[in-house]
């Protein structure tokens, strides 16, 4: 058996392609935005109530589908990284990263000695396909695509050193985080916020990686696509839903209140 070709890796062709947040922590949630196109779906184990076995069950669901799977960690941790790899997740998003050293760190995870220290499953695990993909051990980094998040002044002031690490393969900016956390609460649009988000995606594409970014609102997605941003999550599946059965109340309610816009979470 041939190893799984990471489709995601495969949509970085050059031109924006649009994903949506995966958050309600179900396969048959997730399954359903698989079958709407778009290019990629983010399994959200950040802030979403994600396990092991609930990420599994999506990868699984998704797997018959052509959007592309992106697991999102909630932390560093290589025990947990390890974990995501063994049930099969080819990309990876890690929150918070904000210097070099933490993304090699990162990199080291994803990769088995001596490149790196992620522990040998073999036969237990699917992502060999139960020992069936031939010479997994050697070529697992080959569909492996790692994505590390910029959402902090630090991340921003080292975006040149994480892009460059070696192993990393793109960077996503964090709106939302990063303008909380220089003061600019919620306002992702603050031309301050701007210049950084700016300064990230230049530091990203001369280090030649992709960049991604979060946007639901439609006017910042345009925008970003107009910079040359690689991937952008242009919907969340809760903010999606919550919205829709508003907007489906209003019309025999007239007094609901209209669900408000939101420029991230």
């Known amino acids: 058996m041939l190893l799984p070709t990471n489709r995601f890796q495969s949509l970085l062709t050059g031109e924006p392609r649009y994903g949506c947040w995966a958050g309600f922590g179900t396969g048959y949630a997730t399954e359903i935005l698989a079958t709407t196109g778009f290019d990629w779906l983010l399994i959200d184990g950040e802030h979403a109530p994600n396990t092991v076995p609930s990420i599994l069950a999506q990868l699984q669901a998704v797997a018959p589908y052509a959007s592309a799977p992106v697991v999102r960690a909630v932390n560093h941790d290589p025990a947990l990284i390890k974990q995501l790899l063994d049930i099969g997740a080819q990309t990876l998003m890690i929150p918070m990263v904000e210097s070099a050293e933490q993304a090699a760190n990162l990199v080291a995870a994803t990769r088995y000695p001596p490149h790196g220290f992620r522990g040998v499953g073999g036969g237990l695990t699917r992502a060999t396909r ?28 080292n975006a040149e050193a994480i892009a460059g690490t070696p192993g990393i393969d793109a960077v996503f900016v964090g709106p939302v985080d990063l303008s909380t956390g220089v003061g600019h609460v919620g306002n992702p649009n603050h031309p301050e916020v701007q210049a950084m988000i700016r300064h990230t995606f230049e530091a990203t594409k001369a280090a030649g990686k992709a960049a991604g970014i979060l946007a639901p609102a439609e006017a910042d997605a345009r925008r970003y696509a107009e910079w040359g941003f ?36």
Do not use: M
């Open 130 to 157: 139960w020992d069936g993909v031939e010479n997994y051990l050697a070529t697992a980094h080959e569909e492996l695509c790692l994505i590390v998040q910029v959402e902090s002044q630090g991340g921003v002031d």
């Open 230 to 265: 690689d991937f952008i999550a242009v919907g969340i599946d809760i903010s999606l839903l919550r919205q829709a059965a508003l907007e489906t109340l209003s019309r025999y309610r007239p007094e609901t209140p209209k669900a408000s816009s939101t420029l991230g979470y």
